[in-house]
């Protein structure tokens, strides 16, 4: 793909045709000039050292330098190039819980869509750190390994609904161990597990797998959405609530002991999230405290600059300009490479 990143100086195009006129009158201007000096044949033998070739020459180099000036300018851009930097920063994989009790609106404007919003807030504070993510419910996956690309990782997270995973629960224990295989090799470097849950229908093995990540060297923290007292979860269509099978609404509660031994287990910290942006808040604040290293990224940006070549073409343009005279040189009268096709005519 072939763009220009600042389209505006071709704007500078706009030129070319009236200096192609001025040009083309001031030949006008010169011959009606020398016409009234007398014969054109005869004036030529008395200056045989001008050159009418020659200025045209030099207008078309430079008028071929100006307009590629404006394409200069403009930055032209085509192709990708791929780049590998160093950035000092942490790891962080979010294990975030879809299932559908996450819908329950207790928390504006659901837990879910209140937890996606924390998410969305952490990677706008990341600067050279990685993220990945993972969603979970009575199955766990991963929705975006781990990388540097927080653009990518905005899109993934608008894409998350309970819909993903067809398998109802809360399988806190899949999502963590997933969580301890999604980070890269590299040592030295903070890495955390940021579990997003209110545990509901929790099954179990959770505190094993925090425990067994924090032997890792990886940090458990986990986020409580959700009101202990409860919440229906709504229904299909608007004003209604899911029920079991008697025909009872059902309610969902945030489970926090569990949360607190999970993150107890995994030498983290537990977080209880409201309508405020207090937990977010403190959640980055323990993410600061990680040791941060060095690590090498590879950066994939969409286009690559083309002006090298566009500038080269303008340099060449310009000597050329500078190196032709536009008077015939004596001394070069009789080489033959110094000849243009209109000395050539008159020998």
């Not at 590629?68 to 780049?83: D, N, T, V, W």
């Not at 969603?135 to 766990?140: E, K, N, P, Q």
């Not at 025909?247 to 910290?269: D, F, H, P, S, Y």
């Not at 959640?283 to 083309?306: G, H, M, N, P």
């Amino acid at each position: 793909m072939f763009k220009f990143a600042n389209p505006e100086y071709l704007y500078l195009l706009a030129l070319v045709p009236v200096l192609v006129a001025l040009h083309i009158f001031s030949n006008i201007r010169r011959r009606r000039k020398l016409a009234e000096y007398g014969d054109g044949e005869l004036i030529s033998q008395l200056m045989p050292d001008v050159s009418t070739v020659r200025p045209n020459i030099k207008f078309w180099l430079l008028f071929s330098a100006y307009t590629l000036c404006c394409f200069l300018l403009a930055r032209p851009q085509f192709g990708s190039k791929q780049e590998t930097v160093t950035r000092k920063g942490i790891e962080t994989v979010i294990a975030l819980d879809i299932s559908n009790s996450m819908l329950a609106d207790d928390v504006a404007p659901n837990r879910l869509e209140k937890s996606k919003r924390i998410i969305s807030n952490l990677v706008d504070q990341f600067k050279d750190d990685k993220i990945g993510l993972i969603v979970f419910a009575g199955d766990a996956f991963v929705q975006l390994p781990i990388t540097s690309d927080f653009i990518s990782a905005k899109v993934f997270l608008n894409t998350i609904s309970p819909a993903l995973i067809t398998r109802q629960g809360t399988d806190i224990k899949t999502a963590i161990e997933l969580a301890t295989r999604s980070f890269t090799p590299n040592e030295g470097i903070g890495k955390a597990i940021i579990v997003i849950t209110d545990g509901e229908n929790h099954e179990g093995g959770a505190e094993e797998a925090a425990k067994a990540a924090a032997e890792k060297g990886y940090m458990v923290y986990v986020l409580g959405v959700g009101l202990p007292s409860g919440s229906p979860i709504p229904g299909e269509r608007s004003g209604d609530f899911r029920r079991d099978k008697d025909g009872n609404v059902v309610v969902t509660r945030l489970n926090e002991e569990m949360c607190r031994k999970i993150a107890a287990a995994g030498n983290g910290v537990y977080f209880y999230v409201d309508n405020s942006n207090a937990a977010q808040k403190a959640l980055q604040t323990e993410l600061d405290k990680l040791a941060k290293a060095d690590v090498e990224t590879t950066v994939y940006t969409e286009y690559d600059e083309q002006f090298g070549i566009i500038a080269w073409m303008i340099l060449i343009i310009l000597l050329l300009e500078i190196f032709i005279c536009e008077s015939r040189n004596p001394r070069l009268r009789n080489f033959s490479l110094f000849k243009t096709e209109e000395e050539e005519k008159g020998k």
